[in-house]
């Protein structure tokens, strides 16, 4: 059993040991006296937990810059749409190692995907030793129709290559109930149910959604979903911008994960605000996502945190709106929680962590690191990113 000991590392602001083994945490204390394998000097390092990206789209690193400062609709119909028709499974695995290389620069070894051939995808994530959960793609308008018969064989396959590898899970995912009818968006939570498989899509994203979804079905996006028996604890729901008190209190009782992208949103100007702390303080559950590269620019954890802070101070003109804590949490700990994967530091956890380089900078003035981490750093400060015990990801 190979050992790795990470010395004098300030954890939850006291100095401390860390001995790792067999994939988990194995002791901390004060000293850790027991021989190591591997040892990490941590007297300038801050361990904290890592980050789940819970929306992206991660082959979209392809289209970085291509189509910027167009509004969803033109963008998807313009730009997006005719080049993915010329995507092929090659394309997908170089912009998927692109994408995974910015992950764990990010901190983040575990992220949600939506995208062509999740089997590639899934390929390479276990190459860097890392996790998802990779939505298998359903959508039936558009130039690249992926039909019933074309997701199922890109499940069967996905499910073979994850088959010895437990940090992948598997989603069903439509793309959204405006490109999927709702005999298919019902198809695919039976299909989830019966195989026991998440379900990730697009919801309340922008003012033309809401409209088409009143005046088809008479009712809300969210409405619509917990409708049809589609919301519960298995579906994560990616932007929830637009939403009514009624469909708050829906998200809030179905437990579904709601994932904010802030910087997406307002990159695509979908005019509106995810309600954060509306949807805080009616329990409902809430994560962080990138969203795809071509909406972002880019994968950093630590700029959405920012980002996503301060669009809500500014939209609700309260600073107190939300804290730092909070958007921290949203990237880390609520994430996990909801995937019952194990991401506190502390003894006989599965050892997930980032040590963040505390030298730099941006970790000058005050004490409080998740102040720094949320409002002054961005992703160069993470020299260490240790995921199911291996350190996956050290900046040079
Ligand atoms: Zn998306």
Same mark, same amino acid.
């Given at each position: 059993?190979?050992?790795? +000991?990470?010395?004098?590392?300030?954890?939850?602001?006291?100095?401390?040991?860390?001995?790792?083994?067999? *994939?988990?945490?194995?002791?901390?204390?004060?000293?850790? +006296?027991?021989?190591?394998?591997?040892?990490?000097?941590?007297?300038?390092?801050?361990?904290?937990?890592?980050?789940?990206?819970?929306?992206?789209?991660?082959?979209?690193?392809?289209?970085?810059?291509? $189509?910027?400062?167009?509004?969803? &609709?033109?963008?998807?119909?313009?730009?997006?749409?005719?080049?993915?028709?010329?995507?092929? @499974?090659?394309?997908?695995?170089?912009?998927?190692?692109?994408?995974?290389?910015?992950?764990?620069?990010?901190?983040?070894?575990?992220?949600?995907?939506?995208?062509?051939? @999740?089997?590639?995808?899934?390929?390479?994530?276990?190459?860097?030793?890392?996790? *998802?959960?990779?939505?298998?793609?359903?959508?039936?308008?558009? @130039?690249?129709?992926?039909?019933?018969?074309?997701?199922?064989?890109?499940?069967?396959?996905?499910?073979?290559?994850?088959?010895?590898?437990?940090?992948?899970?598997?989603?069903?995912?439509?793309?959204? #109930?405006?490109?999927?009818? &709702?005999?298919?968006?019902?198809?695919? &939570?039976?299909?989830?149910?019966?195989?026991?498989?998440?379900?990730? #899509?697009?919801?309340?994203?922008?003012?033309?959604?809401?409209? /088409?979804?009143?005046? +088809?079905?008479?009712?809300? @996006?969210?409405?619509?979903?917990?409708?049809?028996?589609?919301?519960?604890?298995?579906?994560?729901?990616?932007?929830?911008?637009?939403?009514?008190?009624?469909?708050?209190?829906?998200?809030?009782?179905?437990?579904?994960?709601?994932?904010?992208?802030? =910087?997406?949103?307002? &990159?695509? $100007?979908?005019? *509106?605000? /995810?309600?954060?702390?509306?949807?805080?303080?009616?329990?409902?559950?809430? %994560?962080?996502?990138?969203?795809?590269?071509?909406?972002?620019?880019?994968?950093?954890?630590?700029?959405?945190?920012?980002?996503?802070?301060?669009?809500? +101070?500014?939209? /609700?003109?309260?600073?107190?709106?939300?804290?730092?804590?909070?958007?921290?949490?949203?990237?880390?700990?609520?994430?996990?929680?909801?995937?019952?994967?194990?991401?506190? #530091?502390?003894?006989?956890?599965? %050892?997930?962590?980032?040590?963040?380089?505390? =030298?730099?900078?941006?970790?000058?003035?005050?004490?409080?690191?998740?102040?720094?981490?949320?409002?002054?750093?961005?992703?160069?400060?993470?020299?260490?990113?240790?995921?199911?015990?291996?350190?996956?990801?050290?900046?040079?």
């Amino acid at each position: 059993m190979k050992k790795l +000991k990470i010395k004098n590392v300030i954890l939850n602001g006291k100095r401390k040991d860390i001995l790792i083994a067999d *994939g988990k945490i194995l002791k901390i204390s004060k000293k850790i +006296k027991e021989k190591s394998d591997c040892e990490i000097e941590g007297k300038n390092l801050a361990a904290l937990p890592v980050f789940f990206n819970m929306h992206t789209h991660l082959a979209m690193t392809l289209f970085r810059g291509i $189509g910027d400062d167009l509004p969803l &609709k033109r963008w998807l119909t313009t730009k997006i749409w005719p080049k993915e028709l010329l995507l092929t @499974p090659e394309k997908i695995r170089k912009g998927t190692e692109i994408g995974l290389k910015e992950l764990k620069k990010s901190g983040c070894p575990f992220f949600c995907d939506m995208y062509w051939w @999740p089997q590639e995808t899934a390929k390479l994530v276990i190459k860097h030793k890392m996790g *998802g959960i990779l939505g298998v793609p359903f959508i039936g308008k558009g @130039p690249l129709i992926f039909s019933k018969r074309f997701a199922l064989k890109n499940f069967f396959e996905l499910k073979k290559v994850v088959k010895n590898y437990p940090s992948i899970k598997i989603a069903i995912a439509p793309h959204a #109930i405006y490109t999927v009818s &709702k005999n298919n968006l019902v198809w695919a &939570k039976d299909f989830a149910r019966k195989n026991n498989l998440y379900y990730h #899509i697009h919801l309340a994203e922008t003012k033309e959604e809401i409209k /088409f979804s009143k005046e +088809k079905y008479g009712l809300t @996006p969210v409405e619509f979903l917990d409708k049809l028996r589609i919301l519960d604890e298995e579906t994560i729901l990616a932007h929830c911008v637009h939403l009514e008190e009624k469909d708050i209190k829906i998200l809030a009782r179905r437990k579904s994960l709601l994932v904010y992208c802030p =910087t997406s949103n307002m &990159k695509l $100007g979908v005019c *509106g605000v /995810f309600p954060f702390r509306r949807l805080k303080d009616s329990s409902a559950l809430i %994560a962080l996502g990138t969203d795809g590269v071509a909406s972002n620019n880019n994968l950093d954890m630590l700029e959405e945190m920012k980002i996503g802070a301060l669009l809500q +101070k500014h939209h /609700f003109c309260r600073p107190e709106e939300i804290k730092a804590r909070e958007i921290f949490e949203a990237a880390t700990k609520i994430p996990a929680n909801f995937l019952k994967i194990e991401n506190e #530091i502390k003894k006989g956890n599965l %050892a997930n962590l980032i040590l963040v380089d505390l =030298t730099l900078e941006e970790f000058s003035g005050g004490k409080d690191i998740i102040s720094h981490l949320v409002y002054s750093a961005n992703y160069n400060c993470v020299k260490y990113l240790i995921f199911n015990g291996e350190i996956i990801y050290q900046r040079n």
